[in-house]
T-cell receptor
Framework: NAGVTQTPKFRILKIGQSMTLQCTQDMNHNYMYWYRQDPGMGLKLIYYSVGAGITDKGEVPNGYNVSRSTTEDFPLRLELAAPSQTSVYFC?????????FGAGSRLTVL | GQQLNQSPQSMFIQEGEDVSMNCTSSSIFNTWLWYKQEPGEGPVLLIALYKAGELTSNGRLTAQFGITRKDSFLNISASIPSDVGIYFCAGPDYGGSQGNLIFGKGTKLSVKP
């Protein structure tokens, strides 16, 4: 039982490049989330999904896009990377109230 | 909107000491969750509280759901080096994203052997 798997673990991007952070879960959870974590700032919600085909914006969605074509996968796309998107990104899933997190993806934009 | 305030921001303690940290809000919560994040990893759920006044233990960790439903406390007894990490409190986001959690900014714990 792998839980929530994120790839890649580390990535360096140049300004203006695009990339996709992958997230998959094997717990059949309906809810999935993307957070970013900046030092001393806790976790901020970027996008979330309550089920396949349904996505919605969180607190800080600008510069990101998501899709949810299956229950298992919830990729996060950065179209035009900016230095402000340097952060650690966490994907999470849940059945009800408590979230299970992936190990994180550390992204640096130079 | 809802906010969770954690204190202290950081703690530096000696191995064997007890630790107390708390989380407060101006809003009422019906659920309190405590997570621990170790360096380079995602947060992991430690304790979940669902009822005002509830006291729940998980090994050396004890958490309490405040009677007013606006606060929660986490205690760690006889700390050991592997307790190092950031401890987050969290509660449901009633006013925003469905199923989402609001997180505090965390208490960073350092333990000297």
């Amino acid at each position: 039982n792998a839980g929530v798997t994120q790839t890649p673990k580390f990535r360096i991007l140049k300004i203006g490049q695009s990339m996709t952070l992958q997230c998959t879960q094997d717990m059949n959870h309906n809810y999935m989330y993307w957070y970013r974590q900046d030092p001393g700032m806790g976790l901020k919600l970027i996008y979330y999904s309550v089920g396949a085909g349904i996505t919605d914006k969180g607190e800080v969605p600008n510069g990101y896009n998501v899709s949810r074509s299956t229950t298992e996968d919830f990729p996060l796309r950065l179209e035009l990377a900016a230095p402000s998107q340097t952060s650690v990104y966490f994907c999470a899933s849940s059945y009800s109230k408590d979230l299970t997190f992936g190990a994180g993806s550390r992204l640096t934009v130079l | 909107g809802q906010q969770l305030n954690q204190s202290p921001q950081s703690m530096f303690i000696q191995e064997g000491e007890d630790v107390s940290m708390n989380c407060t809000s101006s809003s009422i919560f019906n659920t309190w969750l405590w997570y621990k994040q170790e360096p380079g990893e995602g947060p992991v759920l430690l304790i979940a509280l669902y009822k005002a006044g509830e006291l729940t233990s998980n090994g050396r960790l004890t958490a309490q759901f405040g009677i007013t439903r606006k606060d929660s406390f986490l205690n760690i007894s006889a700390s050991i080096p592997s307790d190092v990490g950031i401890y987050f409190c969290a509660g449901p986001d009633y006013g925003g994203s469905q199923g989402n959690l609001i997180f505090g900014k965390g208490t960073k714990l350092s333990v000297k052997p």
